[in-house]
């Protein structure tokens, strides 16, 4: 009779401490989500009435798109900082363009879409043919629509939106209980559906190979290039449909975009996608952006000053990074890459 032996419990370390916060198990945020939550309540309990939870998920719909488009590109293995500054060029673009006419708006959205797609390209096409990391391609981007929007307006932006183009971020149907459905979340469960559904299609599957194991995706026979430029694409899609969205709820001013592809960042590692690719859930990474917005909110609603969410952002990010490290130290098991069919040879 052989005895068997017990392996003595040890105490978690850091590591694995950030592999539970940041290792891909969307558990940590939705647990994380109803903790944020029910603190609010605490604090204040109107906020847990339908109207208020309504007028909540309409201000946070523009970042879990975000999030959502960040998410595409991150899970790739790469980066896109310009959605900040993409945002507040569309917006700005939008006004000078409209300048209060309702009969542009229609026209103007589909300049900015075409608009967003040619800016995706750019970003996927230098980062993958051109080899330049995305990290400094897209920071290159950033500042030129920084610089160029701001050199077209002369620092102030001018013209206005028309009541057409800002419905879908203020406006909704008006119904009993909630008082208002916004269209800025029917707008937000169409894109989630249709990336949910683009995750568990073939380009999904090889999107998450690609930014788990770029070469043998390649010798896989997977355009990395194309997988990876497509992805790039959907980020600037996403940000200009947010664009919409928030010019329609804040409206035009000099900082608007600012400082939003941290915080997408921010949510989508909060989510526990893995920076440097091949993990994560789309699902969760939308999770991630509403627990940061209810984390601002709670912030407010504990009067704590607003310099409080870079820090937390920052710290956010630096754990994130210390796991991603972690876990490129370590082997692991490689996602499925879908091959493609080889000719038969004759013997």
């Known amino acids: 009779m052989s005895a068997t032996t017990q392996q003595p419990s040890r105490r978690p ?6 592999a539970r916060l940041f290792g891909g198990g969307s558990g940590t945020v939705f647990a994380l989500l109803i903790v944020v939550f029910a603190w609010i309540f605490i604090v204040n ?21 975000l999030a959502i488009g960040q998410y595409f590109v ?29 009969g542009r708006t229609v026209p103007v959205i589909l300049l900015m879409l075409g608009f967003g797609i040619l800016v995706g390209l750019v970003n996927g096409l230098v980062t993958t043919l051109l080899k330049v990391q995305s990290f400094i391609t897209t920071l290159g981007m950033m500042l030129v629509l920084y610089g160029a929007i701001r050199l077209w307006t ?17 406006g909704g149907i008006d119904m009993a209980v909630v008082r208002q459905l916004p269209w800025a979340l029917m707008i937000l469960l169409g894109i989630v559906i249709v990336a949910v559904a683009v995750m568990r299609s073939s380009y999904g599957r090889t999107l998450m190979a690609t930014g788990d194991n770029e070469r043998a995706a390649g010798f896989a026979g997977v355009r990395v290039w194309r997988v990876r430029t497509l992805a790039f694409v959907a980020s600037s899609v996403m940000a200009t ?27 989508v590692v909060l989510g526990g996608v893995v920076l440097g690719g091949g993990k994560g859930s789309v699902i ?11 984390l601002f909110v709670l912030f407010n609603q ?3 000053p607003s310099t409080i969410r870079p820090a937390v952002q920052g710290v956010i990010i630096i754990a994130a990074v210390a796991y991603a490290a972690r876990e490129r130290a370590r082997p692991r098991h490689h996602q499925e890459v879908p091959t493609q069919p080889q000719p038969a040879t004759q013997s």
């Not at 998920?57 to 523009?62: C, G």
């Not at 991150?74 to 300048?99: N, P, T």
């Not at 969205?245 to 921010?266: D, K, N, P, R, S």
Request: no cysteine; net charge negative.
């Open 13 to 18: 370390s850091v590591g694995d401490l950030l």
């Open 45 to 65: 309990p109107s906020f847990a009435e339908p109207p208020s939870l309504m007028a909540f998920l309409k201000q946070a719909a523009p970042l879990m798109i």
């Open 74 to 102: 991150i899970v790739s293995g790469e980066f896109d900082l310009s959605v900040g500054s993409l945002v507040g060029a569309q917006v700005v673009i939008a006004a000078a363009l409209i300048d209060g006419e309702e």
């Open 154 to 170: 002369g620092g102030a932006p001018t013209g206005a939106l028309s009541e057409a183009f800002r419905q879908p971020g203020r």
């Open 241 to 267: 449909l947010a664009a919409i969205l928030i010019g329609g709820y804040a409206g035009v001013t000099a900082q608007v975009g600012q400082g939003l592809e941290f915080t997408a960042i921010t949510a």
């Open 284 to 294: 969760a990474a939308m999770a991630g952006a509403l627990t940061l917005e209810a």
């Open 302 to 304: 504990l009067s704590l």
